[in-house]
């Protein structure tokens, strides 16, 4: 189980490594992180699975490197191992394509397109290679997409790691820069943080979207003033003018709405994590989807991990219920967990999205897109709880 000191998987940069089967996959994940991590063998189709390992990258930061199966490999012929694939791909925000010479560059051409089509920046790692000749014939057959980036490394001896290193953080130091505020917070301005610290908030530590949203403000150079509901008058009666903006939990969000001062803004935690991971327009204008609604209407509930599901689960339970109260009973729910997405989302018509606290960025932006494509509306947990409570309009979405 992870630390509370260490970065969950969902706020890493994802780097997978993918190529023919035997190109060296393994050992290029085994050199960077300095470890024993995926098993390595002369035999074709050794992964199996996808094999992660975490590691802190220079000005990079948090990374999560995610070693693959090969292609090309004649056992390799299930289905559900192709969609796992694609799944990572998706997910990743860097990709690693191993390849041993100029021959294996055109088969990993599609792979090149796909993965650039999608906004992932791509490196190309020759491997096993200390002849000169073929790095040359290499880079030739590479083209352009020599243009993305290109190290030659020898994987079983380490050379060319250094180099492999500093292209990753090049690579991915051009990325978005993550933001929870936006642009909705300069130097100076007051925040107001309310955070109730009753029997549902953890033992002993803030939540992760306190803990970030804190770290941000503080960067920032901001005012930050954390309280719990209780002490919300007499906080306000000490400030000499109102709070810029208040954050605070969708739970407690009425009582802490009912004494805010008009001038001030308000939105809460979840909706900044939702903006983190997500594009709050696109589920803004989703949410309002709800009232579209009618028996008969089916909706996706799309959940980011695996977890066991609590009795008053926010997705399997809460949201169903709240649903069907205000748009009637007969709204059928199906559920999908982990990386999978439903392959077919025509026939919904609303997809909500989990917090996706475990997943990153990029895998929930590409449901977004998926949903675009397929034309269904699509919103999150967050945004869809503040709909269905009547705050939805009082909530500030940077
Ligand atoms: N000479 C040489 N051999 C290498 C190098 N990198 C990997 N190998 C060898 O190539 C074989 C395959 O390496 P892996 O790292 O298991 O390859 P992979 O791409 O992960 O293979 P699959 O998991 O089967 O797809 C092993 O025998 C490695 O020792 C290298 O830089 N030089
Ligand atoms: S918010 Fe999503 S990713 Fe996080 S625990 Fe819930 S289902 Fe899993
Ligand atoms: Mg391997």
Redesign the pocket.
């Known amino acids: 189980m992870a630390g509370l000191d260490q970065t969950p998987a969902g706020l890493r940069t994802q780097i997978g490594i993918f190529?023919k089967?035997?190109?060296?996959?393994?050992?290029?994940l085994n050199m960077i992180t300095g470890s024993d991590t995926?098993?390595?063998?002369?035999?074709?189709?050794?992964?199996t699975d996808p094999v992660k390992k975490s590691m802190e990258l220079g000005a990079l930061g948090p990374c999560l490197f995610i070693?693959t199966?090969?292609t090309f490999?004649p056992s390799d012929l299930s289905e559900k191992r192709q969609e796992r694939m694609q799944s990572v791909m998706k997910a990743c925000d860097i990709g690693l394509i191993?390849v041993k010479d100029a021959s294996d560059v055109a088969d990993e051409k599609e792979r090149y397109e796909w993965l650039r089509a999608h906004n992932v920046r791509v490196l190309f790692v020759l491997?096993?290679s200390d002849d000169k000749e073929v790095e040359k014939e290499t880079e030739k057959a590479l083209g352009d997409m020599a243009g993305t980036g290109f190290v030659t490394?020898?994987?079983?001896?380490g050379i060319g790691r250094d180099d492999l290193i500093e292209a990753i953080i090049k690579c991915g130091e051009g990325g978005r820069k993550d933001s929870l505020l936006k642009d909705c917070v300069s130097a100076g301005d007051c925040i107001l943080l309310v955070m109730p610290q009753d029997k549902l908030a953890p033992k002993g530590r803030l939540i992760l979207p306190q803990v970030m949203t804190i770290r941000e403000l503080l960067d920032r150079d901001a005012v930050t003033i954390g309280i719990t509901p209780e002490k919300m008058d007499e906080a306000l009666a000490m400030l000499k003018a109102p709070p810029k903006l208040i954050i605070t939990d969708s739970q407690v969000f009425p009582k802490v709405y009912e004494k805010k001062p008009p001038e001030s803004l308000i939105t809460s935690f979840s909706i900044l994590m939702a903006g983190l991971k997500g594009d709050l327009k696109v589920y803004a204008e989703g949410a309002a989807a709800i009232d579209r609604l009618h028996d008969g209407s089916r909706v996706l509930i799309a959940e980011s991990c695996t977890h066991a599901p609590a009795d008053e689960d926010i997705g399997r339970v809460k949201i169903p219920a709240l649903i069907r109260k205000r748009r009637g009973g007969d709204i059928e729910f199906d559920i999908c967990a982990g990386d999978a997405f439903q392959k077919d989302l025509s026939d919904y018509d609303l997809i909500i999205q989990c917090g996706g606290c475990m997943a990153g960025r990029r895998l929930i932006m590409s449901r977004i897109e998926e949903a675009k494509e397929a034309g269904v509306s699509i919103t999150n947990y967050g945004l869809a709880i503040a709909y269905l409570s009547g705050i939805f309009d009082k909530i500030y979405i940077p």
């Open positions: 190529g089967t035997n190109s060296g996959k393994s050992s290029v995926a098993i390595v063998s002369p035999l074709a189709g050794t992964t070693d199966p090969g490999d191993v491997n096993k490394v020898d994987a079983r001896s």
